[in-house]
T-cell receptor, first 115, second 113 residues
Framework: AQSVAQPEDQVNVAEGNPLTVKCTYS??????LFWYVQYPNRGLQFLLK??????LVKGSYGFEAEFNKSQTSFHLKKPSALVSDSALYFC?????????????FGGGTRVLVKP | EAQVTQNPRYLITVTGKKLTVTCSQN?????MSWYRQDPGLGLRQIYY???????DKGDVPEGYKVSRKEKRNFPLILESPSPNQTSLYFC????????????FGSGTRLTVV
């Protein structure tokens, strides 16, 4: 079975400060990891993914994420947050051996960036 | 523009009245899936389809049906909606490879009264 945990329901950060959104996962095989962002009244948009290779993955809108196998984590980061980064963020995992190509999502973390 | 199109965006219905939410993608994707989003629970998979005429249950299939008669379309059917199916629904598609992400539709907010 595969699962994802996002331990924080909400993260508050001041504009210009670093932003971190935490994610831990559990899979029995090798993980494929994804981050998505959801703006109000919109569908989920792909930010970045880790498949293999370099543990630091760079994605859209200045976001990056670091894969840590020993801690089974894939935290999303942005060095300097913008007010426009306020949104709901979802981490997702796929076990490469899982049937049905399913992505399993975490519960989501709401990010609020204050001016 | 490559996209997944869902209709309607908003729907209020009464208990027991059959409804269909349509989903269409123009990317020739093999894989399509339906998720529901509920506060604190994230997205949970309802049904998925690996290809035409191939569908299977996800984590929360009770009360839902799907069909995949054509590659581009994957409608979600609620034969007898109940209030616990009030939710935000998303259709998604992908090429179907293990490393492929999903492209999501804009969502359908369903309220069953």
């Amino acid at each position: 079975a595969q699962s994802v945990a996002q331990p924080e329901d909400q993260v508050n950060v001041a504009e210009g400060n670093p932003l971190t959104v935490k994610c831990t996962y559990s899979v029995s095989g090798n993980p494929y990891l994804f981050w998505y962002v959801q703006y109000p009244n919109r569908g989920l948009q792909f930010l970045l993914k880790y498949i293999t290779g370099d543990n630091l993955v760079k994605g859209s809108y200045g976001f990056e994420a670091e894969f840590n196998k020993s801690q089974t984590s894939f935290h999303l980061k942005k060095p300097s947050a913008l007010v426009s980064d306020s949104a709901l963020y979802f981490c997702a995992v796929r076990d490469w051996r899982a049937a049905g190509n399913k992505l399993t999502f975490g519960g989501g973390t709401r990010v609020l960036v204050k001016p | 523009e490559a996209q997944v199109t869902q209709n309607p965006r908003y729907l209020i219905t009464v208990t027991g009245k059959k409804l269909t939410v349509t989903c269409s993608q123009n990317m020739n994707h093999e894989y399509m899936s339906w998720y529901r989003q509920d506060p604190g629970l994230g997205l949970r998979q309802i049904y998925y389809s690996m290809n035409v005429e191939v569908t299977d249950k996800g984590d929360v299939p009770e009360g839902y049906k799907v069909s995949r008669k054509e590659k581009r379309n994957f409608p979600l059917i609620l034969e007898s909606p109940s209030p616990n199916q009030t939710s935000l629904y998303f259709c998604a598609s992908s090429l179907g490879g293990a490393s492929d992400g999903y492209t999501f539709g804009s969502g359908t907010r369903l309220t069953v009264v």
